[in-house]
């Protein structure tokens, strides 16, 4: 098993930064990919970003230019940096992570329990 600890969410005002962290521990052999989604009152879950393991990335169009994530130097640690925070950038973010236990095994899919961040306007 895989456990995933998110940290760093909190109160901000619009137009401050947080940064969050997720720190993956367990079997771990190798980590495919490393997504942060999110989850606003009353909204489906969304991807906001991901890194592979080739450190290629991707974002929603709605954090472009203003959110940037990364991976530690253990490589089993995921940040996502959010500066210009909107309101609507209100809500759950969890830390999604795709690993395997040996090689040769299937990746499987885990995630965190969520970490708050809200914007006040």
């Known amino acids: 098993q895989v456990q995933l600890v998110e940290s760093g969410g909190g109160l901000v005002q619009a137009g401050g930064s947080l940064r969050l962290s997720c720190l993956a521990s367990?079997?771990?052999?190798?980590?495919?990919?490393m997504k942060w989604y999110r989850q606003g009152p009353g909204r489906q879950r969304e991807l906001v970003a991901g890194?592979?393991?080739?450190?290629?990335?991707t974002y929603a169009d709605s954090v472009k230019g203003r959110f940037t994530i990364s991976r530690g130097n253990a490589k089993n640690t995921v940040y996502l940096q959010m500066n210009s925070l909107k309101p609507e950038d209100t809500a759950v973010y969890y830390c999604?992570?795709?690993?395997?236990?040996?090689?040769?095994?299937?990746?499987?899919?885990?995630w965190g329990q969520g970490t708050q961040v809200t914007v006040s306007s």
């Open positions: 890194i592979t393991s080739g450190t290629n990335t």
């Open positions: 367990g079997i771990i052999f190798s980590i495919d990919a």
């Open positions: 999604n992570v795709r690993s395997s236990r040996y090689n040769g095994d299937v990746y499987t899919t885990y």
